[in-house]
């Protein structure tokens, strides 16, 4: 049977309920939120005279819940327009609606007594083979499914989403008893293709994989805390980026989630596995109890690790919390010599022999703290997962580890592993060394392009499953490679179709990127057939390399910046008017430059995860890459006979002058960044290349035909020119806007209008690229550019000035 997801219900519309109602309607599902009856009226609903009866009331809980939820920020939606896919309802009035959807989700408090009566009432309004599942994160299954009906066990499986829903990708899967193998198998694919998860089928055991290491994670760097003497900045520092974690490290992230919400889980982990045998680990070192008992909570509640307060001139300052006197003092600058060695290594793969190498106290900590999570992973094998590559999948989808411990492992060395958990007391589960006497010196080897992985009961390397899907390019890259540079690696990907991997410092373009890519054009246009633009950076392009620009503007090298303008001009018209099609396949950060390559590609595969915009007024300039042309030649498309055609023009003259960035690929749309019916958002970033290749390879075979340039673009001259300036001067005289803003903008006005033509005309893409190189220019020899430049370049951050 083919089975489709149309319609589902969500029971409980708290933060996870209301976030996992949002991720389906994010997908396109029509979604049943529902929550129960308020016992008894607000204050504001007796001065209006509501009675309990009233269905508004009814739906408060529910509705008051979802509307938080759509405020929150990060946002769990990609667009707000999406919330109209949702409906709510109560447990009384719309329970029988269930028998109208085809998955039902159970999202309500912890306790079993109250999931069991919620069933019973699901049980009797549902349809038989519906499929319905809980979102529990620790109660074990078995005991959920209890009593039920044999169809309702059948269908039954615990599915555990993290929060943020939208954000985090880990999507465990837990079967219980009666669970058919036909409902895992859907739930598998339907998390990965449709949800864009990185789905994990678990056992019914407590915490099942992620909380059961990732808190034993946490749990293990507190005690340390304690027994070192470590500081909290010392922690963060050490279990940060350096090491492939999130910036909020450890200590910012327990404050971010909530101390009471860790030591939930925590304190659970301590009563329900009294034989780990690192069980003392689970249970609250002092200072834990005494946050507690002071509710220090964290974000929530206004301090816990770290507290921010404001000094009388208005200025913030963060203060950091000291373990021993659990007083807070200013915050600790951490420095260690070990983490300075590894500051030239910039795949933080290669930085893990180094660090568990140090001398100093940095490299006590790691050895010790990598020992215990070996040692600890390796013996939860096979009581939570019979597979080691699930352990990893769970850590990196789920806590945002960019390596999960058995890759760390591999990278430390697995002999060498075991040579410093002996040193630090620490025993790996036997199996390791059976793995090593078998042949096998690593966990993961990558064959023909596939990882494969060690199967303990096989004892041989074995295909991870569900690759056929993907395609990974650190997988391919040297056995794949066609051509590379300093800035990029060209990639063969097979049936035709080549691959271009941009490889600089935060995937910046400069000049060895856009040759890269010139070069990747002629190789595909003499020998392929198509050609996209991908990578698996933490971001697609930042854009381009702002330093070099500020050289050359400090330097008064203008003959060469105008050159330079140029080539990234050519190099984007290339993209648009090759032999063969182009793809662009953005994600994360896309901004100015790499914003221009997307809009120049025959079509964008974007990952729903895709924050794309022209940012370029943040530095003082506007977009001179072809980005100011574009925009001004999709607004002329979208003109109609006896259309206002300067209302078109408006919308992306403020798409480019309030430098608008999406929160979401499909946000990109209304910006028209991405265009509707020509490019497409995919929701799970492991399938974004394969599909982005599928798209370029059916562009090919459907007969693809080089573009003629355009010549046919309408410009509006003085009438749209003489209102923008009104607009900047009325902009500026509000104190919206800085002089150098309304200078800016006025510039990017002059080029959108096509200059000060006396009336609408139609010029060519090439003289318009003109315009906008010719504004370019001049803004970099203003002061106040270079001031802008500048503090990007040393802040990260742009100046208003």
């Not at 914003?595 to 003082?620: N, P, Q, R």
Request: charged share 25%; proline share 3%.
């Amino acid at each position: 049977m083919k089975r489709r997801i149309n319609k589902v219900a969500i029971v409980g519309s708290g933060i996870m309920g209301s976030g996992i109602a949002c991720h389906f309607a994010n997908i396109g599902v029509e979604v049943l939120l529902l929550d129960i009856v308020p016992r008894e009226l607000t204050d504001k609903e007796k001065s209006k005279g509501l009675t309990l009866e009233d269905k508004v009331v009814r739906n408060r809980l529910v509705n008051d819940s979802l509307q938080a939820s759509l405020k929150s920020k990060p946002s769990p939606i990609y667009s707000q327009s999406f919330a109209s896919r949702i409906n709510t309802g109560n447990l009384e009035d719309d329970i029988a609606k269930v028998s109208e959807v085809d998955w039902i989700i159970e999202v309500v408090v912890e306790r079993l007594d109250i999931k069991k009566k919620v069933f019973e009432q699901l049980d009797n309004h549902r349809k038989k083979g519906t499929l319905i599942s809980s979102n529990t994160s620790g109660i074990p299954i078995k005991l959920m499914s209890e009593g039920r009906s044999e169809d309702f066990q059948k269908h039954f499986c615990g599915t555990h989403f993290f929060n943020p829903v939208r954000y985090l990708r880990l999507f465990e899967i837990i079967p219980g008893p009666e669970t058919s193998e036909e409902v895992l198998d859907f739930m598998n694919e339907y998390g990965e293709k449709f949800l864009g998860k990185k789905s994990v089928v678990a056992k019914d055991t407590a915490a099942f994989i992620g909380n059961r290491i990732g808190i034993f994670s946490i749990m293990s760097l507190f005690h340390m805390v304690e027994e070192s003497g470590m500081t909290i900045e010392e922690v963060d520092k050490l279990t940060g980026p350096v090491i492939g974690r999130p910036k909020s490290a450890t200590f910012r992230t327990v404050d971010v989630v909530g101390l009471d919400t860790l030591v939930h889980v925590a304190n659970g982990l301590h009563e329900g596995v009294p034989n780990d045998e690192k069980h003392d680990f689970f249970a609250l070192p002092n200072y834990i109890d005494s946050m507690m008992e002071k509710k220090w909570l964290g974000s929530k509640s206004g301090q816990g690790f770290y507290k921010k307060i404001k000094g009388d001139d208005g200025s913030s300052e963060i203060l950091s919390l000291d373990l021993e006197t659990l007083e807070y003092r200013a915050a600790k600058k951490a420095s260690f010599a070990t983490l300075e060695q590894t500051k030239s290594i910039d795949n933080v793969e290669d930085r893990f022999k180094v660090l568990v190498g140090g001398k100093d106290k940095a490299g006590e900590f790691y050895r010790k703290n990598f020992s215990a999570l070996f040692a600890y992973v390796s013996n939860r094998i096979p009581e939570i997962t019979d597979e080691l590559y699930k352990i990893d999948d769970a850590m990196k989808a789920g806590f945002g580890w960019q390596h999960g411990p058995f890759q760390i492992w591999d990278a430390v060395g697995v002999e060498k592993g075991i040579e410093m958990m002996k040193a630090e007391g620490e025993k790996p589960a036997a199996w390791v060394k059976e793995m090593l006497e078998s042949g096998s010196k690593s966990f993961y080897t990558v064959k023909e392009g596939n990882t494969y992985y060690y199967d303990i009961p096989k004892k041989e390397q074995v295909k991870v499953p569900g690759q056929d899907a993907f395609i990974i390019l650190d997988n391919i890259r040297e056995s794949k490679e066609v051509f590379k540079n300093s800035g990029v690696v060209v990639e063969d990907l097979g049936d035709g179709i080549l691959n271009v991997e941009f490889r600089s410092k935060m995937n910046s373009i400069g000049g060895d990127v856009l040759d890269g890519l010139n070069r990747a054009l002629d190789i595909a246009e003499k020998d392929y057939q198509g050609l996209v633009v991908a990578n698996n950076g933490a971001n697609f392009s930042v854009g381009a390399n702002i330093g070099m620009i500020f050289m050359m503007a400090v330097e008064q090298e203008y003959d060469e910046l105008n050159m330079a303008i140029k080539h990234f001009q050519d190099t984007m018209m290339r993209m648009r008017y090759s032999s063969i099609p182009t793809v662009a396949a953005p994600h994360a950060m896309s901004l100015g430059g790499g914003c221009e390559l997307s809009l120049h590609a025959d079509k964008v595969v974007a990952a729903a995860e895709t924050y794309i915009g022209l940012v370029e007024f943040g530095v003082g300039v506007i977009p001179g890459g072809g980005g100011s042309k574009e925009m001004t030649l999709r607004a002329s498309d979208t003109y109609h006979k006896d259309d206002v055609e300067l209302n078109r023009l408006r919308e992306n003259f403020l798409t480019i002058a309030m430098a608008k960035v999406s929160t979401s690929a499909y946000e990109a749309f209304d910006t028209n960044i991405l265009q509707k019916g020509k490019d497409i958002v995919v929701v799970n970033p492991d399938r974004q290349l394969a599909i982005a290749k599928k798209h370029a390879l059916i562009m090919a075979e459907t007969g693809y035909t080089q573009p003629i340039e355009r010549t046919d673009i309408k410009v509006l001259g003085k009438q749209a020119l003489g209102t923008f300036y009104v607009g900047t001067d009325q902009m500026y005289a509000g104190k919206y806007i800085s002089e150098h803003d309304k200078k800016i903008a006025n510039k990017l006005a002059y080029v959108m209008a096509g200059g000060d033509l006396s009336d609408a005309n139609y010029v060519s893409e090439q003289y318009l690229l003109d315009l906008e190189r010719e504004a370019f220019l001049s803004l970099t020899g203003e002061r106040k550019t270079l001031e802008r430049l500048e503090h990007m370049i040393k802040k990260g951050k742009p100046l208003r000035n």
